[in-house]
């Protein structure tokens, strides 16, 4: 290797014969400036609070709609690469190529984990594709979803009608309020599954781990009934999987299980489900004991018009398995 | 829904009733223009031409080195988010971050899924991390690597020896010359695995089935050897898995396999390789006959000097399990 004292105009490389080798930069270049979140026109970009120094540009083809509710900031744009992509307060939801991965892993990990699923709330999910997914689910009887922004339902309603698509399930009871409000009146026992789809990102030093929300939502849960929420991404620096999985494992009691599935669209490309059961019977999260292949699926069964296009009983195996450099620490 | 002529400057929100939304922009809206593919100061940003309209831009501290071989044109950049980063005429090649994922995939995925691997051929893989991955496998007497580049090997040493370390071990016989040349002259039957990790990306389409290439790497191996290659992402429409899998099929005449993996700094955040087995020992790729996990890694074998960071058997296994809308087309 070329020592320091060698390098010349080239770093090293013309005196080691690369009479091609043309150097313009070396180690002792100065750091180069830039904009820290340039917004190139024409194009969205999504900056991770929670990985700096990287984002994901999406070219823009027309903005279909722009709005503001009390709650929010709202935009649906035509993007050349993605279809359809709705944004909140300027992050990035859900985009019409991919949204099938994170819809039907949110959900079937939860429901394909216990037999026989009757009841189940959602917090948040105010599109409606999370309905839409539960709607497969034949033993299902009856859905509570609890989304605070009525104008946000309105707009996926118009511009993402196979995804809203899930609120024509006549099982759904929608409740426009505050899902921590929701849960305190919720009888003890009630649920077999809660799916929360409702803040972003979850991490132990987040505002909702001082509150009662997740005893609430524990509590409303059967014995041996589940919960899934979005996690983070395992490429984060900012996840720490063993304090999530401990913080978790003190609240449910049950079992607690970590997941990840690829979603282009999301901040390096894939997104983490934290699964949690309840004391009672137990709950291995990572052999599905209601396989959505096996029945439901193709079928006409529920409001979506198409079988899940990326959930399968393998990938849900699959999901749970975890990188070394994870996999070792839980 | 709104209808079309109940929209007024609101898209018809404030007619339903939503007091605080203010609408900037309808369906109605013109295209938006842009940069085709905008370059800000202080970030890099990779445009794929397989999914043209969406780009991953990385914050750029640094400028490590830039120059040009008689082949192709260089760049080390020290990246905020992904530590360094190495760039091949205009493509990311691979980041410290995440290096880990593709270099130990691409080579245990085919080493593992065969039983006491010896010989072993990569063609390109200049950096050196498949020799470093290829190393820790103790059954293995012989590799042989043909890399075009020797500046590129010389630069990969100076900036990134955590990956060149692979020449160091004492098995690897390197050859500064085209793949192609050198597969003319091997002898038939001589390797137990080949991994080709010199073109980007696999189509085909791609000029290379139009040649006799696969054709001779398929003769350079034993019966019932593997080759193991990079093959896109599942998330590119330009992806034709049918297509891939019965070329290589006519090609291989053993079994044919496509698994994928996260490595969040290629578009879209995974890659996919194709394995495929010669006629011979049935090879099944989804099940790790030679399971690292059991006996080389973690111990002193090899160059490396740490344990894989991403790979294992389960993650071996579960790379093969593909979503329902690719599972259902091969």
């Known amino acids: 290797m070329a020592k320091e ?43 991770s609070p929670l990985w700096p120094g990287q984002a994901h540009f999406l070219k823009i083809e027309r903005v279909l709609f722009e709005g503001k509710s009390q709650y929010q900031h709202m935009i649906v744009l035509e993007s050349t690469a993605y279809g359809k992509v709705f944004v909140l307060d300027g992050a990035l939801q859900l985009t019409e190529k991919d949204e099938c991965a994170y819809q039907e892993m ?49 707009v996926y309603r118009e511009f993402f009608p196979e995804v809203a698509i899930g609120y024509d399930d006549p099982r759904v009871r929608l409740h426009i309020m505050d899902g921590s409000e929701f849960l305190k009146s919720a009888q003890v026992g ?18 909702i781990f001082g509150s009662p ?28 999987l063993p304090k999530l999985i401990h913080t978790f494992r003190n609240i449910f009691k049950g079992s607690v299980s970590y997941a990840w599935t690829p979603v282009p669209a999301y901040p390096s490309g894939v997104i983490g489900f934290l699964l949690c059961s309840t004391e009672g019977p137990h709950v291995d999260f990572t052999r599905p004991a209601n396989p959505l292949d ?37």
Not at 130 to 138: G, T
Not at 306 to 321: D, L, R, T, V, W
């Open 5 to 47: 004292e060698e390098k010349g105009e080239c770093g090293g490389w013309k005196e080691k014969g690369h009479e091609n080798g043309v150097c313009t930069a070396d180690a002792s270049a100065k750091p180069i400036t830039g904009d820290e979140n340039p917004q190139p026109p024409g194009w969205f970009a999504e900056y």
């Open 213 to 240: 929300f997740f005893e609430t939502v524990a509590k409303a849960l059967r014995e041996g009934g589940v919960m899934c929420i979005q996690a983070e991404s395992l490429w984060f620096p900012s996840l720490n």
């Open 294 to 330: 096996h029945h439901d699926a193709g079928s006409s069964f529920g409001v979506a018009k198409e079988p899940p296009k990326f959930y399968n009983a393998e990938m849900h195996s699959a999901s749970f398995c975890l990188p070394s450099f994870a996999r070792d620490c839980v």
């Open 106 to 154: 949110i959900t079937h990990l939860p429901l394909c984990s216990i037999p026989n699923p009757q009841k189940v709330l959602l917090i948040g999910g105010g599109d409606g594709g999370i309905l839409r997914e539960i709607s497969r689910h034949s033993s299902v009887v009856h859905i509570d979803i609890c989304e605070m922004d009525m104008m946000l339902i309105d």
């Open 190 to 207: 009630t649920y077999d599954a809660i799916i929360v789809d409702a803040f972003d990102p979850i991490r132990p030093e987040h505002e």
